[in-house]
Structures are given as structure tokens and as C-alpha cells.
């Protein structure tokens, strides 16, 4: 047998090298500046294999950090580590995403480090790179304190300097418990009895004296984490079980130098700027009262203003493109639930039943039970189909305390629901009518890019769904077939559709370059079959119907909070809760005229508001900016004389003085255009 092992570069060129060689062995090879720039390697099998899960969700599991038998069909791997068959490697520098993540993940692990020299008596929980940083969940009786916080950082920047390596150690699953339990390391018992099996060997990572249950990869040593920062301390209950000890979870982050640290920290301060929560009150859009409960959201005159121009924008396009509306009631009987499937796939998302006087009832949470009796109240012909019922419907949701976040996940919310009923011949027409739809909806309220992801079921747990292998194929190749349709690209998410169908998810992008899942377009094979539909075909027999749900804003809250956001607060014309602000210049003298420009305005459509309090004129202005009103009108002498207006725009300035017809035209151009611009 030969002991010899061929990798394949990224340029196609083979290399045979000895079984045992590392990553590191390669890369010098070919350069030893490349070997000091490479922080991990990727590799995959020259073989093809088909992987049984969802890689890119895996590498990201509890599962993923512990278990050191999982293989992929492509991993990140150290540059130590020894290869033993022949493999396709890329080399990952510093400008990969994946490295970052190694990066981050060893952060934690020299968080750690610190945390225990500094505090020895804590226990450790588990420490995993996130999107933006790294956290490590501990267990201490004594609180963390900001200070604590600050000298675990200068700790942490002194186990960088000491350029420890970090070494993988393999040993048995009997001795890592043993050795676990004699430390009263409780967390590292559970992780170890949960992702490992008996007979299994474990992997540990060692930098210095510290030593960690973990599967890895890291960074080389200690000195690679170059940039960091320890940001935050949060609670956190261990298992997410409010019975159990109370954790505490220190976030940080981590950089490959410091000038992305620092463009990381200007980023979160624009977020800060961002805040809808923040903006929500200072603009007076929106509140959550503690007396009335969380996740509840109170619309006031401004916010709600802004939610009838969306929801009516949305009534009429749904309208336009043959929707019919409909209105279901908030709470039904328990067994239509059961009926449905939510009552024993969804119910931990659900508020406890109630007793009512005949039956038990509980609020809903989706609005598609309610859509489907409608659809079943009459005989449908395949002449009537498509059906498609739209309604903008209030549902409930149970969310977990500390889940809840201002507009964006909240307990009670407002879905732009639809359910389209049609035969199977007509179900790829339909799923590209609600692309098109969503992409409407984004470019309307001012959204250029969004990403796509196509989420198909996990056949491995066939206990999480309903339905069988074949109306589940049939499912998702409808669904590809209408996004290759539009040529739009997607990715494949296994393992994260309904419970009773694969879905498409939209996201938005929105002006700092975050995602937002709002849009969602779902294939439902499953309802139509629960609750017995039926058609009458042209062979006169009688068929059931499939069925999709869609949903564009997503919740008109979530939407809402992701507008004000995108935005700033400084919302385009159309969408601006008071569009234009009248300053006369003296009450005395030019209030008159004020309000005639004001009644002239809002004859037109616009809505206006006129400051004619006895405050200075500056005062006056610097108040409708801070409002952030697109338009300020200010109205003196040679104004009321000349029918005109002087004009000032919003991050633009004073534009002098034009005709009040002149002024009146451009706004309803840019309200009927919906124009972003002003």
C-alpha cells in the first residue's frame, strides 16, 4: 500500500505527497510567505460525496464544535492537522470569511484563557464564534462587573503575546468525563454525554495551561488573534431552562487587525443612529407599555399614519394583481389546530388553550386555517382556480422572555397573509407571480438588493414534517423550477422549511449592508390534504388543490421597524407621517396666509402641520428637522405677496422661493412615483 497521498491546489495541480503531511507542510512548500499568511485550510474529498445534512448549518452546531468524528463532505481544518487521503486544499488567508470565523472561535478560546487565570473558581459553558464576535457561556456565584470585563481584555492581550500554540489532544470519552466530573466542570459533562457516544474519542484543544472540549479548528497560536475587544455581559439560563443556574454570557469580538476593528465599532455606532426603538420614541411612532404586556405594540397618529399607507399600498396591489381580501377571527377552537398540524407541531409557539362556553379556543398564529375554511365553505370548479385571499390579520405568537426585541419580534403582530388555492398545473405560474410580488413590494418602499434561500426539509427526521418523500420532491422542484424561472440565484437551506412544506425566503439588504428575512413564498401540499379540499376538474371528478402561502412584508410590524431603520427616521415623501411643516415667519403678519398654503396642501392630498406658536422662527425650523420632515415651508412679506413658498429640503437645505403651484406639483410627483428622493 502506498504511503502516498495526492492533494489537489486550487489551480488543479496535483501534488503526491506522504500521508501525515499538514496544511502548513504544503503552503511552505510553495512559499514560506504564504505559510505565514494562511490561518486555516479548507479540504474536501477528490472523491465526490453526497453529505447526508446540511454543511453549512453543521459547521455552526453545538454538534459541530464537539464531536470530533463528524466529517463533511468539505471542512475547515488546522494547518497541523495531518492528512491521510487524497484531498482537494485551499489555503484561507485573512481575507476569507471562514477564517475570520476560526479567528473568533480561538478569540473565545484566549477569553477563556483569561477568564479562568483571573477567576479561577468559574466553570465554563461553551464559546462559539457568532456573525459579529464570539461569546463564552460561564457559570460563576459572584457577578461579572465592567471592570472584571476590562481586565479580562488586558488579560487576554497578554496570553496573545505569549504566542501560545494551539494543540489538538485526542483522548478517550471515559477519561474527558472522568476528568470533567473530578472538576466539577458540569457543562462539559453535558456536552460530552450529549454529542459523544461510549467508546468514542474526544478532542481537546490546549493553548498554554488551559484546555478546552472542542473540535476546532484554530488559528495556529495565540498571537493570530491580533484585534479584539470584550464588549458585553448578558444572562443566560443554562439549557434555556429558567430552572436551571443562571449564566453568564461575555461577548466579544475579534478582527484580523485593528483597522476592521475599528470599522466594525464606527458600523455599530450607525446602528446605534439606527435604532427604530430609539427613533420610535423620539419621532413618536410607536411604543410597547409594560402595564399592557410585552411584545404588544401601541401604533400612535404618526406610526399609524405610515401603517395605512403600506397597508393600503399592499390592499391595492394585492387587489390589482386578483387577490380577493378576506378577514378571519382572532381565536378559533382547539380542534382546528389539531386539524391543521399546528397543535402538535407548533404548539410551544402558541398561547395556552382557553375554555370558553362550548370548546376549548386558542389565539391564532397563522391566518392559513382560517383562509382554507373559507375556500371550503363553497364548491370550487377548476374554473375558479387560482383563489387567491389575501388579508392583512392579526395573529399571536408566544415568544420567550428575552426573545422579544422592539417592532422586530414581538408577541402580537399584523401578517400581510395570502393563500393562493390552484391545480398543481397552475402552482409554478402562481410561485413566480409571488417572487414578482415580493420584489415589487421591495423596490417600492426602497430596497435594491436582497439575497434568496430556498428551504427544503431534513428526510433524515421525517418526524418534524408532515407529508411523504414524494410530495415533498414534487414540492421543492416547483419551487426551484419558479426561481431558475426568474433566473434568480438561491441557496439551499436543508432542514429549515414548515412543518408542512419547503418555502423561499427573501431577504433584504438594507443600507448598512444588514440581511432582514421578511418575504417568504411557501409550497403547501399538506393543508389542502388535512382539511380534505377539493376542485371539480374538467373530467368532472373531484381533485384536491395545492395550496401556497406568501407573506411580503413578512409582519407589517417587522417591516415597519426595518423601514424606520433603513431609513433613519427620514422616510421618503410618500411614506413622511407629516410630509410638509409651515413656519410663518410672524403669526401677526403671515399666519393668515399659512393657513391658506395649509388648506391648499391637504386639498391635494399632502399632510401638513403648521407650527403657529409664538416660538422664534429658528426655533420653529430646528424643531421640524428634528422630526425629520421632508419639506419646510417658510411663509413671510414677499411669500404671501407672490402666492409662493420658500422651500427648504430635508439633508439638503434652503432652496429659495417658487410658486405654490410649482411646489404642489413636484410633491405629487414624488408621492404618486414613490419616489426615494426629494
Aim: hydrophobic share 40%; charged share 25%.
Amino acid at each position: 500500500m502506498s504511503n502516498l497521498i495526492k492533494i489537489q491546489l486550487p489551480d488543479g495541480s496535483i501534488r503526491e505527497v506522504p500521508k501525515g503531511t499538514t496544511p502548513f507542510d504544503i503552503a511552505n512548500s510553495i512559499s514560506p510567505r504564504l505559510a505565514a499568511a494562511v490561518v486555516v485550510a479548507r479540504i474536501k474529498p477528490l472523491t465526490p460525496v453526497i453529505a447526508s445534512t446540511n454543511e453549512a448549518a453543521l459547521e455552526q452546531s453545538e454538534e459541530a464544535m464537539y464531536s470530533s468524528h463528524i466529517t463533511t463532505a468539505e471542512r475547515i481544518v488546522d494547518l497541523s492537522a495531518p492528512l491521510h487521503e487524497d484531498v482537494a486544499l485551499e489555503l484561507l488567508k485573512e481575507n476569507d470569511p471562514a477564517a475570520l470565523k476560526v479567528v473568533r472561535h480561538s478569540a473565545a478560546h484566549v477569553m477563556a484563557t483569561a477568564i479562568l487565570e483571573l477567576f479561577p473558581e468559574t466553570k465554563l459553558g461553551h464559546g462559539p464564534a457568532t456573525d459579529n464576535g464570539f461569546f463564552y457561556d460561564v457559570y460563576r456565584t459572584v457577578p461579572f462587573t465592567e471592570a472584571d470585563l476590562a481586565a479580562i481584555e488586558v488579560r487576554m492581550a497578554d496570553v496573545v503575546k505569549r504566542d501560545q500554540p494551539f494543540i489538538q489532544v485526542i483522548e478517550s470519552r471515559e477519561q474527558g468525563l472522568a476528568d470533567y466530573t473530578a472538576q466539577g466542570e458540569f457543562m462539559k459533562v453535558h456536552f460530552i454525554e450529549r454529542f459523544t457516544k461510549p467508546g468514542d474519542e474526544i478532542s481537546l484543544y490546549q493553548n498554554g495551561e488551559f484546555s478546552d472540549f472542542c473540535r476546532g479548528p484554530h488559528v495556529p497560536s495565540t498571537a493570530r488573534v491580533k484585534a479584539f475587544k470584550v464588549t458585553s455581559i448578558a444572562g443566560a439560563y443554562w439549557l434555556g431552562d429558567e430552572k436551571n443556574q443562571q449564566l453568564q454570557r461575555i461577548y466579544g469580538t475579534a478582527f484580523f487587525n485593528q483597522k476592521d476593528l475599528d470599522a466594525h465599532f464606527k458600523h455599530l455606532e450607525e446602528v446605534k443612529a439606527r435604532d427604530h426603538r430609539v427613533l420610535g420614541k423620539q419621532l413618536d411612532l410607536f411604543s410597547i407599555q409594560e402595564v399592557a404586556g410585552a411584545g404588544l405594540i401601541f401604533w400612535h397618529p404618526k406610526g399609524g399614519l405610515i401603517r395605512k399607507t403600506m397597508e393600503d399600498w399592499m390592499r391595492d396591489e394585492c387587489v390589482r394583481r386578483g387577490y380577493l381580501l378576506v378577514y378571519t377571527p382572532h381565536i378559533m377552537r382547539r380542534e382546528l389546530w389539531k386539524i391543521s398540524g399546528h397543535e402538535s407541531h407548533y404548539a410551544d409557539n402558541m398561547y395556552p388553550p382557553m375554555e370558553l362556553d362550548d370548546a376549548e379556543y386558542r389565539l391564532k398564529p397563522m391566518n392559513c386555517p382560517g383562509h382554507i375554511l373559507i375556500y371550503k365553505n363553497s364548491p370550487k370548479s377548476y374554473r375558479d382556480l387560482p383563489q387567491r385571499y389575501a388579508e392583512l390579520g392579526n395573529v399571536y405568537r408566544y415568544e420567550r422572555s428575552g426573545t422579544m426585541h422592539g417592532l422586530l419580534r414581538v408577541r402580537g403582530f399584523t401578517q400581510d397573509d395570502a393563500h393562493i388555492f390552484c391545480t398543481p398545473a397552475q402552482i409554478e405560474d402562481e410561485v413566480v407571480a409571488c417572487i414578482e410580488f415580493a420584489q415589487s413590494v421591495l423596490t417600492t418602499f426602497g430596497f435594491k438588493d436582497f439575497k434568496v434561500e430556498l428551504s427544503t426539509w431534513d428526510p433524515n427526521k421525517p418526524q418534524d414534517y408532515t407529508g411523504s418523500p414524494e410530495a415533498w420532491q414534487q414540492a421543492i422542484d416547483s419551487l426551484k423550477a419558479a426561481l431558475i424561472r426568474k433566473n434568480i440565484p438561491f441557496v439551499e437551506i436543508p432542514g429549515e422549511a414548515a412543518f408542512y412544506g419547503p418555502k423561499i425566503d427573501v431577504k433584504l439588504v438594507d443600507v448598512l449592508g444588514r440581511l432582514w428575512q421578511l418575504s417568504t413564498v411557501q409550497f403547501d401540499f399538506n393543508l389542502p390534504a388535512r382539511f380534505e379540499l377539493e376542485y371539480i376538474g374538467e373530467d368532472g371528478a373531484a381533485h384536491q388543490p395545492v395550496m401556497v402561502h406568501r407573506a411580503l412584508f413578512g409582519s407589517v410590524e417587522r417591516f415597519f421597524g426595518v423601514l424606520i431603520e433603513h431609513y433613519a427616521g427620514a422616510f421618503p415623501l410618500w411614506l413622511a407621517p407629516v410630509q410638509v411643516g409651515l413656519v410663518p415667519i410672524s403669526n401677526e403678519k403671515h399666519l393668515a396666509y399659512a393657513e391658506t398654503v395649509k388648506q391648499r396642501l391637504e386639498a391635494a392630498g399632502l399632510r401638513v402641520e403648521l407650527d403657529s406658536s409664538n416660538g422664534k422662527m429658528q426655533s420653529k425650523i430646528r424643531d421640524f428637522g428634528l422630526q425629520k420632515i421632508p419639506f419646510i415651508l417658510i411663509l413671510g412679506d414677499k411669500e404671501a405677496a407672490s402666492d409662493s413658498v420658500s422651500v427648504r429640503v430635508r439633508a439638503k437645505g434652503d432652496e429659495g422661493s417658487i410658486p405654490l403651484d410649482a411646489f404642489l406639483d413636484r410633491a405629487n410627483r414624488l408621492v404618486t412615483s414613490h419616489s426615494m428622493e426629494l
